[in-house]
Structures are given as structure tokens and as C-alpha cells.
């Protein structure tokens, strides 16, 4: 939907293919920086805003006050919102496939097959479209989370880096008005993580109930394969570390729309955006590197006191500004202007999967 938002108004015809109804299934905690739901006029669907982030460990808390706000959102009400910032037509279907032409690609689907020459796989960590044989968990480098959804309230965003949950990875107690999103990542997919979900909601004197879970990827993969443009999951755009996953995934659908925007209108062919399109994905590839080698370090030494000390040594308001501006910067709310394209008259045709 961020690719199709870009293309309101470019005069395409854009079909977005999905198994599910739009904002059906949520897999995530669903929070985001408050700047990147403002700028794209998604506003009504924040539930809850958080000024701190409290981390956990066996031997100590910590809270720290961040240079921007964090906010929980309703996951069907956003992807509604941002829907109607877009001119494109939905359907539902399950994508299996992909024949590729120089003029125009295939998309195979069980409800049959769809024909464009610009094509979209935001299809997640599976990356449908791509050539070769698909990696399964646990080969794949993914990490898993697992969360539940008791009702309750709650005032802080919290982070526990706690071997007695995982570990190697961290878990988190987000609140979103009137629901807690509870739940354990675990950075080594071979780890369950049902267990301590339960043990971790048990603590909290909290239900474990209406599961949800997913697969995340945590290392980019190539943004454009064999003619297709890949955004999101399919692409690794998920951050390392954090698992922060749809900040990226507008980000980087955005950056997608724009270049698809331009061969719509005869600035540049579909080639260059693919070439255009794939740098961009990798210029930020030691950023993603970067945290990759913090998660990494977090699961080497999470289990030890060093973590406590690490956590406590960052507590300075003038670290956790720089580090969390940084952090801020790798996808920045300033990409995004909250006013979209004005929908126009459709001239050619975009599938986006």
C-alpha cells in the first residue's frame, strides 16, 4: 500500500494481490515512530504514545527518555487509512509464482494468472517471486516472535533482556489502549518461544490469550530479482535488533513507488528504476549491518551482568539522543509528506503482490 500510494494520481492501474483482506492479519506488536504515522496522515489509527522506553534485566532497570515518541496503533485501522490514500484496486488471492517476459511478467495466482510489466513482491520473508529454491526457518536467517494480546492497560513501553525468557533475544510488554502486546523474539530461530510467551504473561498476571506470531528476517536480501522489485520482508527490510519491520516497509515502499512513478511517466524505463531502486536499498546496507552486529553482540551477552552494565553505561540523556537519532535515521519520518498524490485517470497497468 505505500508502493500504491506513491502511485496515486501517476495514472497506473494498480492491482494489489493478497491472501487476506486488507489489515487482517496483524503480525506484529504494531508501533512505529509518532512522526512516520503523523506524516503519512495515519494519525486516528495511534491507540497509545510513549515518551520512554523501559529496559529489564535480572539485576536492574533502566529508563530511558527518548528524543522522539513511540506509538502503538491499530493495525486494521492503519492499513484502512492508508488504502484510502491510494487509487488501486484490491483482491484477494494466493500468489505462487512468477513467469518473467521482457515486456511484461506473469503473476500466477490461484484465482488465475495477472499480466504487467511492473510487478511489486511485498509477499514477506518468502519472497515468492524470487528465483531458486525458497529457504525455510530454521536455515533461513530469520528470527522468530511469538506475542499475546490480553486485555488490560499499561503506561510504558517495556523491553526485558532476560535469559529466563530467551536466550538469546529480548522480550516486551507494548500497551495499546486497552490490550497489552506481550510477547519473546528470539534471534535463533531453533528457540521456542511458546513457552516463555506464557511464562513471560504469567509474571506479568496476565492472560495468554489470542496468539499471534511470524517468521522475521534480520539481513537484507536483494531489493530487485529478474525484472521484479522487492519491498519489505521479501527484501530483509526489517531492522536487525529491533525487529522493527513496517517503518521500513513504508520506507522502502515509498522509495519504490517514486522510482515506478518516474517510468510511468516516461522519465526513465524499467531497467534504470530497477538499477535506481536496488542502490537505494543498498546504500543502506551497512546501516542494517551495523545493528546486525549489535543483535549479535545482545545474544552473546545478554545471559551475563555485562548486559546490566552496557545498559546502565548508555544511560545518559546525550547517548540515547545520539544513539536513538541515529536509530531514528536509518528511515526517517522526513521521507514522507503527509499529503498524497491526487488520483487521476488510469493510462497503464502495475501489479503489486
Same mark, same amino acid.
Given at each position: 500500500?505505500?508502493?500504491?500510494?506513491?502511485?496515486?494520481?501517476?495514472?497506473?492501474?494498480?492491482?494489489?494481490?493478497?491472501?487476506?483482506?486488507? @489489515?487482517?492479519?496483524?503480525?506484529?506488536?504494531?508501533?512505529?515512530?509518532?512522526?512516520?504515522?503523523?506524516?503519512? @496522515?495515519?494519525?486516528?489509527?495511534?491507540?497509545?504514545?510513549?515518551?520512554?522506553?523501559?529496559?529489564?534485566?535480572?539485576?536492574?532497570?533502566?529508563?530511558?527518555?527518548?528524543?522522539?515518541?513511540?506509538?502503538?496503533?491499530?493495525?486494521?485501522?492503519?492499513?484502512?487509512?492508508?488504502?484510502?490514500?491510494?487509487?488501486?484496486?484490491?483482491?484477494?488471492?494466493?500468489?505462487?509464482?512468477?513467469?518473467?517476459?521482457?515486456?511484461?511478467?506473469?503473476?500466477?495466482?490461484?484465482?488465475?494468472?495477472?499480466?504487467?510489466?511492473?510487478?511489486?513482491?511485498?509477499?514477506?520473508?518468502?519472497?515468492?517471486?524470487?528465483?531458486?529454491?525458497?529457504?525455510?526457518?530454521?536455515?533461513?536467517?530469520?528470527?522468530?516472535?511469538?506475542?499475546?494480546?490480553?486485555?488490560?492497560?499499561?503506561?510504558?513501553?517495556?523491553?526485558?533482556?532476560?535469559?529466563?525468557?530467551?536466550?538469546?533475544?529480548?522480550?516486551?510488554?507494548?500497551?495499546?489502549?486497552?490490550?497489552?502486546?506481550?510477547?519473546?523474539?528470539?534471534?535463533?530461530?531453533?528457540?521456542?518461544?511458546?513457552?516463555?510467551?506464557?511464562?513471560?504473561?504469567?509474571?506479568?498476571?496476565?492472560?495468554?490469550?489470542?496468539?499471534?506470531?511470524?517468521?522475521?528476517?534480520?539481513?537484507?536480501?536483494?531489493?530487485?530479482?529478474?525484472?521484479?522489485?522487492?519491498?519489505?520482508?521479501?527484501?530483509?527490510?526489517?531492522?536487525?535488533?529491533?525487529?522493527?519491520?513496517?517503518?521500513?516497509?513504508?520506507?522502502?515502499?515509498?522509495?519504490?513507488?517514486?522510482?515506478?512513478?518516474?517510468?510511468?511517466? @516516461?522519465?526513465?524505463?524499467?531497467?534504470?528504476?530497477?538499477?535506481?531502486?536496488?542502490?537505494?536499498?543498498?546504500?543502506?546496507?551497512?546501516?542494517?549491518?551495523?545493528?546486525?552486529?549489535?543483535?549479535?553482540?545482545?545474544?552473546?551477552?545478554?545471559?551475563?551482568?555485562?548486559?546490566?552494565?552496557?545498559?546502565?553505561?548508555?544511560?545518559?540523556?546525550?547517548?540515547?539522543?545520539?544513539?536513538?537519532?541515529?536509530?531514528?535515521?536509518?528511515?526517517?519520518?522526513?521521507?514522507?509528506?503527509?499529503?498524497?498524490?491526487?488520483?487521476?485517470?488510469?493510462?497503464?497497468?502495475?501489479?503489486?503482490?
Amino acid at each position: 500500500m505505500a508502493v500504491a500510494r506513491e502511485l496515486a494520481g501517476a495514472g497506473a492501474q494498480v492491482l494489489i494481490v493478497d491472501r487476506y483482506e486488507i @489489515g487482517e492479519r496483524q503480525t506484529s506488536a504494531c508501533a512505529a515512530p509518532t512522526g512516520w504515522l503523523d506524516n503519512l @496522515g495515519l494519525t486516528a489509527s495511534i491507540r497509545q504514545t510513549f515518551p520512554d522506553l523501559v529496559f529489564h534485566t535480572p539485576h536492574a532497570h533502566f529508563r530511558y527518555r527518548l528524543p522522539w515518541t513511540f506509538s502503538t496503533f491499530d493495525y486494521r485501522e492503519l492499513c484502512a487509512l492508508l488504502y484510502q490514500q491510494t487509487d488501486a484496486a484490491f483482491d484477494t488471492a494466493k500468489v505462487e509464482g512468477v513467469t518473467r517476459a521482457a515486456d511484461a511478467h506473469t503473476v500466477h495466482t490461484d484465482r488465475g494468472d495477472l499480466r504487467s510489466p511492473l510487478v511489486v513482491d511485498a509477499l514477506g520473508w518468502r519472497r515468492v517471486l524470487a528465483d531458486g529454491p525458497h529457504v525455510q526457518p530454521p536455515e533461513a536467517r530469520l528470527s522468530r516472535g511469538l506475542e499475546v494480546h490480553p486485555h488490560g492497560d499499561g503506561r510504558d513501553l517495556e523491553i526485558w533482556i532476560d535469559p529466563r525468557y530467551v536466550r538469546a533475544g529480548y522480550s516486551w510488554s507494548f500497551p495499546a489502549e486497552g490490550e497489552l502486546r506481550v510477547g519473546v523474539g528470539s534471534f535463533e530461530p531453533r528457540d521456542r518461544v511458546k513457552e516463555p510467551t506464557q511464562r513471560l504473561a504469567g509474571d506479568l498476571e496476565l492472560a495468554a490469550e489470542r496468539y499471534q506470531g511470524n517468521w522475521i528476517p534480520h539481513r537484507l536480501r536483494p531489493a530487485v530479482e529478474g525484472g521484479v522489485f522487492f519491498v519489505g520482508d521479501s527484501a530483509g527490510h526489517c531492522l536487525p535488533l529491533t525487529a522493527e519491520g513496517i517503518r521500513t516497509a513504508l520506507y522502502f515502499g515509498l522509495a519504490c513507488g517514486h522510482e515506478l512513478r518516474e517510468v510511468l511517466a @516516461g522519465a526513465r524505463d524499467r531497467a534504470a528504476a530497477l538499477e535506481r531502486y536496488a542502490a537505494f536499498s543498498d546504500a543502506h546496507r551497512w546501516k542494517f549491518e551495523a545493528m546486525l552486529y549489535v543483535q549479535h553482540l545482545v545474544a552473546r551477552i545478554g545471559r551475563r551482568r555485562a548486559m546490566t552494565s552496557a545498559l546502565r553505561a548508555m544511560d545518559r540523556p546525550r547517548f540515547v539522543d545520539w544513539a536513538f537519532g541515529h536509530y531514528l535515521n536509518i528511515a526517517p519520518p522526513s521521507f514522507v509528506s503527509a499529503s498524497g498524490p491526487t488520483p487521476a485517470r488510469p493510462r497503464a497497468a502495475v501489479a503489486a503482490a
